[in-house]
């Protein structure tokens, strides 16, 4: 079976993804569609050049109806008439300014999946990385049309990169695809030209060569650190506590895998709950309430009521001194939260 062979669901839909690009395009496109739009009469075709003059004079003055573009563009106003709200680690936030290998910022490549969404119904998005010169890895859009097959195991992808490509002067269309999958647990990404395989498997690789982890091993960082991170977030902790925090937590929690479905939770004495419960709870403790950033305005408290700017081990990034004396009174009255309030700033704790 060829590279370039179609899901059966594939060419279901493909009719329907066709029209909508002519008619959300206007009537040029339509147009340009010929018969496929405008069938011609029958009494055309008696004439002697087959019907095409008279065809070409009835095809200018027909008209279409702009509807399905502008409607397009009005839903997508109203759908991102706010910025979306999106949670990255710190190490990301490039993408804001530069989501795609061509310099889309995040915001638009939004706005454009907004539009496939709306024009077929689907869109797909790869991530990928660089071999070299970048830390932050892009996404790549595909078209419906695009991802030609697949696999319902999620396990096997065939995108059609397809286009036109310059040489010298000329610009020339070039069928070339992308074939991604998973082979005993390694992800193998494929190029071909044409139905030709070109050069051997590449197996992508991070950072110093390592093999990628398995979807399993991925999964589960992923359901944890964000988990913890995002209700971290909401129970109030500290951005420069977020660390310390999550580093005591993380341990607490596992990953249940069922009915193909992974979630995160925390096993208690009361049964098991969600991470954002657990975090909930664990920030009205008094081991949590040190870490609690305190409230903004007026004469506000955070945590247990004392200022969170008042831990006394706290340099401020090396800016100020720590204040000794309140420290030491502290370990003297609380050594428990005296090592917390250590810890959760990176202090040495000694005693």
């Known amino acids: 079976m060829a ?30 569609d010929g018969e496929e739009f405008l069938p011609m009469p029958s009494g055309f075709r008696a004439q002697t050049d087959g019907g095409n003059r008279m065809y070409a004079a009835y095809q200018k ?14 839903m997508i106003g109203v759908i991102h008439r706010t910025e979306a709200q999106i949670d990255m680690p710190d190490a990301m936030q490039g993408l804001w ?82 074939v991604l999958q998973l ?67 993380k341990d607490s929690v596992k990953i249940l895998h069922e009915d193909g479905t992974y979630r995160a939770v925390v096993e208690t004495d009361m049964g098991e709950d969600d991470v954002g419960k657990f975090v909930q709870n664990w920030s009205q403790s008094d081991e949590g309430k040190v870490f609690i950033s305190k409230p903004t305005g007026g004469d506000a408290k955070g945590g247990d009521g004392q200022r969170f700017g008042d831990n006394p081990f706290d340099t401020k990034g090396g800016t100020v001194k720590p204040n000794l004396t309140k420290a030491q009174e502290l370990i003297a009255s609380n050594p428990e939260k005296a090592r917390q309030m250590a810890k959760a700033v990176g202090h040495a704790v000694t005693w």
């Open 61 to 74: 003055r027909a008209q279409f109806p702009e509807i399905v573009g502008p409607t397009i563009r009005g």
């Open 183 to 249: 082979v005993e647990g390694r992800y193998e990404v494929e190029r071909y030209t044409g139905t030709e395989k070109d050069g051997d498997t590449l197996q992508p690789a991070a950072q110093g060569n390592r093999a990628l982890v398995q979807k399993d091993t991925f999964i589960s960082k992923l359901l944890v650190d964000d988990g913890l991170t995002k209700a971290l977030i909401e129970a109030g902790v500290g951005k420069e506590y977020l660390k310390a925090a999550k580093a005591m937590l």
């Open 97 to 178: 300014e530069r989501a795609t290998a061509d310099g889309l910022a995040l915001e638009a490549f939004h706005r454009r999946i907004t539009s496939e969404l709306l024009l077929t119904g689907r869109y797909s998005i790869l991530a990928d990385a660089k071999s070299e010169g970048s830390e932050l890895p892009y996404l790549a859009g595909y078209s419906a049309e695009a991802l030609i097959n697949w696999s319902p195991d999620r396990d096997f992808y065939v995108l059609d990169e397809s286009g036109l490509v310059r040489f010298d002067f000329e610009w020339r269309q070039e069928k070339r695809y992308r």
């Open 3 to 32: 590279v370039d062979t179609r899901h059966p669901d594939y060419t279901d839909r493909a009719e329907e993804w066709r029209e909508m690009r002519a008619t959300s395009r206007g009537a040029k496109a339509v147009k340009e």
